[in-house]
Every structure is written in structure tokens, then in C-alpha cells.
């Protein structure tokens, strides 16, 4: 169900809905800055090999191409050759890889990378557990594994009557990832894969009266609706209609967390 784990299957409008959310709440000030707190932590004095693995359409790889030395080498891998397609547009000659992968086996030597980056990836894998294994193979012995992820078994979008609001906030936000509590899992699946977490950060975003980056979000939902397939057009047409409703009367109220994972080899 969960589009983002084979978009080069979706339909030319959910892939054009996909690319446009995804580099919408990459611009937006609020994602830009999470983003920004885990890439200050990366040091910029010496050129690093780094690897924003699940790029998608590259936000992340740009910024990490902005933000490190120079010299560093910056890979955005993915899966979808739809999606790394717009990351090569947009690359105005950063020097970017765009490496397209299988699912599963990553074509990297051994403890090669000095930063590997995850960004909303794991939550869209079906087995994250395999995929972590993977990575601490091609991770560096000193390198330093970021992992940032939605909860988004925790994200609600009010609506006035409560059975309707868990009923859609359930079917949409487990559609939308395979893996709905994967920052629940992070200490598990880390110490299964052999890495230590070092430590973690965690950001609640939530909008009351007016909506702004989950008004953003709903409108990402309803291009992508269709794909979901757990609510019929009209019912997902109706709880659209409701969010934009509440932002225009000020009731808007949307709620969630966002996790950031530091690790590295034990
Ligand atoms: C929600 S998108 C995030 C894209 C990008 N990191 C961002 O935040 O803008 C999830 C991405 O993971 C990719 N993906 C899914 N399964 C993957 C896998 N096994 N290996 C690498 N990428 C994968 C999808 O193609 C998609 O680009």
C-alpha cells in the first residue's frame, strides 16, 4: 500500500504528487531546520564520503553537498529511477553521484562511507532490520549513521468528532508508511544490527488555529489519496475539504513527532 516503497510502479499522477510533496516540505523552514540540526553535527573541516541513502528526489544530498567540504564525495542513492531522475535535474553541477539501487544490497565497498543518512526512508522499507545491516556494512568503522524518521503512528489531524478522527488518522498514516511505529523500533533494530545509538533528538510540531506545514501535508495526502486506497474518493475528498475548512475558520489542529537517530559501530 505504502507508495513510497516502489514509486517507479505508481501512476504518472501519484509520481508527480510524490516529487512535488517531497520537495515542498523540503523548503519548508521548519523541515530545512531539522534537517540543518543533524548536518551541523557532521564536521565541515575535512572532505568526508557521504551517502544520503533513500534520497528520493535529492533534498538532503543538496544540503549535504552545500554544507560539507568541498572535496567531500556526496552519493544520493535510491531506488526509483523516477525520482532520481528530478534529483539529477536539479543537481546544477554540485557534483552529486545519483546512484539507482536494488532494493536490499547496497553496490558499496566495505566501511566506506564516513556519513550515511537516512531521511524517512526506513519507515518505507519492508524490512528495516536487513536494510540497517546492510548500511553498518558499508558504514565506517569511525563513521556516524543519522537516521531521521516521521512517528507517524503518533500523528493526528483533529477533526471534530474523535471515532472519525483515530478511524482516518489510523488508515492514513499506516498507509502512507509500512512501518508506522519505526522510531518505536530504532533502539531494537539498532542493537540487532550491532550499532550503538549514541543518542537521539526528538521534535513535536504541532498547529493550532491555522495550519501550515500539516496543511501542507494533507495537501501531499490528497494527491496521493488514490495510491493509498483505504479511503473511498468521496471520504478522502470530504476529510480534505474538513482540514482546509478548520485552517480557514481556525480550528485547524495536527500533531506529530519527528525522531532523529545518531549511531555509529559499537
Ligand atoms: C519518503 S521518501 C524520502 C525521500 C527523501 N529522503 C526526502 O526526504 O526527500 C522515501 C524514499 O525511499 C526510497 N526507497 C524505498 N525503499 C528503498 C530502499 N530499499 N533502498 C533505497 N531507497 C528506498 C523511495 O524511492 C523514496 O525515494
Same mark, same amino acid.
Given at each position: ?8 510502479? &505508481? ?17 519548508? *523552514? +521548519?523541515? &530545512? ?5 543533524? =548536518?551541523?553535527?557532521? /564536521? %565541515?573541516?575535512?572532505? !568526508?564520503?557521504?551517502?544520503? !541513502? ?12 552545500? *554544507? ?25 553541477? &554540485?557534483?552529486?553521484?545519483?546512484? #539507482?539501487?536494488?532494493?536490499?544490497? @547496497? ?8 556519513? =550515511?543518512?537516512?531521511?524517512? @526512508? ?7 532490520? %536487513? ?14 549513521? =543519522?537516521? +531521521? ?20 488518522? #489510523?488508515? !492514513?498514516?499506516? *498507509?502512507?508508511?509500512? #512501518? /508506522?511505529? !519505526? $522510531? ?23 498547529? $493550532? ?7 501542507? %501535508? ?6 496521493? @489519496? /488514490? ?24 480550528? +485547524? ?14
Amino acid at each position: 500500500m505504502d507508495p513510497y516503497t516502489n514509486p517507479d510502479s &505508481q501512476t504518472d499522477r501519484t509520481q508527480q504528487a510524490m516529487i512535488t510533496r517531497l520537495e515542498e516540505r523540503g523548503q519548508h *523552514a +521548519f523541515f &530545512q531546520k531539522m534537517i540543518d540540526d543533524y =548536518i551541523d553535527s557532521i /564536521p %565541515s573541516d575535512q572532505p !568526508l564520503r557521504a551517502l544520503d !541513502l533513500g534520497c528520493g528526489t535529492g533534498v538532503v544530498a543538496r544540503r549535504l553537498a552545500n *554544507a560539507l567540504h568541498s572535496d567531500s564525495e556526496i552519493h544520493g542513492a535510491d531506488i526509483s529511477d523516477v525520482l532520481l531522475a528530478k534529483g539529477r535535474r536539479q543537481d546544477l553541477a &554540485q557534483g552529486i553521484h545519483w546512484d #539507482h539501487i536494488q532494493p536490499g544490497a @547496497l553496490p558499496y565497498e566495505e566501511r566506506s562511507f564516513d556519513v =550515511i543518512v537516512m531521511h524517512t @526512508l526506513l519507515s518505507h522499507v519492508p524490512n528495516p532490520l %536487513s536494510l540497517l545491516q546492510e548500511t553498518a556494512r558499508v558504514l565506517a568503522p569511525t563513521g556516524q549513521l =543519522i537516521v +531521521f524518521d516521521a512517528d507517524h503512528a503518533g500523528t493526528t489531524y483533529g477533526q471534530e468528532s474523535y471515532e472519525a478522527m483515530r478511524r482516518v488518522d #489510523h488508515l !492514513l498514516t499506516s *498507509a502512507v508508511a509500512t #512501518h /508506522p511505529d !519505526l $522510531c518505536r523500533q530504532m533502539p531494537r533494530y539498532l542493537k540487532a544490527a550491532g550499532l550503538s545509538l549514541n543518542s537521539h533528538r526528538s521534535v513535536i510540531l504541532s498547529e $493550532c488555529g491555522r495550519g501550515d506545514y500539516w496543511l501542507s %501535508s494533507v495537501r501531499g495526502f490528497a494527491g496521493i @489519496l /488514490p495510491a493509498l486506497n483505504v479511503l473511498s474518493e468521496e471520504e478522502g475528498q470530504q476529510w480534505v475539504d474538513a482540514m482546509h475548512a478548520s485552517h480557514d475558520n481556525d480550528t +485547524f489542529f495536527a500533531s506529530g513527532a519527528f525522531f532523529t537517530f545518531y549511531a555509529s559501530h559499537s
